[in-house]
């Protein structure tokens, strides 16, 4: 397993629509979400889309466990959302890609999904609660879009500006 590099915005690639997986689960697939997964903890996170570490591909890993729980690495390959409700759960939401930044996004507060897991298998489920919130995040990645894309073109640009600075002031304190 390997940490990966994470995209942050302004990087055109984040904007990129992801290819489906062709021809199922292969150990070279597992490989990359071992990758993602482990990319992830190390931020850390609680989702990652595959672009988010520059492979356009439909593959999306997740952890919603609690601080003190055990690990419960999620996986989703080729991910659906197949059904929605009308009502709708507003939640703060932040993005890997969007370091430090976080705001409010409305989402319907459920959804029916459907997709591949990391053994290959069809699995279609209600998700509600954080769970639906993460999902339908890391869903609109593999569309090329980010939280932030849901907020006024104003917020989004101060957002933009806010994680362009922080990691030119970073590239300068390595370089003193
Ligand atoms: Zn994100």
Redesign the pocket.
């Known amino acids: 397993m390997a940490i990966r590099e994470i995209l942050t915005v302004p990087d055109p690639r984040l904007k990129e629509v992801s290819k489906p997986v062709e021809g199922g689960v292969t150990d070279e697939l597992r490989a990359l979400m071992d990758d993602m997964l482990e990319t992830m903890y190390d931020a850390p ?1 609680i ?3 595959a672009i ?1 570490i520059g492979v356009p591909l439909r593959i999306i890993v997740m952890d919603l466990a609690k601080e003190g729980e055990e690990p419960q690495p999620k996986y989703f390959v080729n991910p659906e959302i197949v059904e929605t409700v009308e009502e709708t759960l507003p939640y703060e ?6 370091p430090d930044i976080f705001d409010e996004v409305e989402r319907p507060a459920r959804c029916r999904i459907q997709y591949m897991d990391y053994d290959g298998f069809k699995v279609d489920e209600w998700c509600e609660g954080l769970y639906a919130v993460c999902i339908q ?2 869903m ?2 593999l569309e090329g879009t ?2 932030i894309d849901h907020l006024s073109r104003l917020k989004r640009q101060r957002a933009i500006d806010k994680v362009k600075k922080a990691k030119l002031r970073a590239l300068r304190e390595d370089a003193a």
Do not use: I, M, P, Y
């Open positions: 996170g989702g990652l889309a988010q939401e932040g993005c890997l890609s969007v995040h890391e609109d990645h980010l939280f």
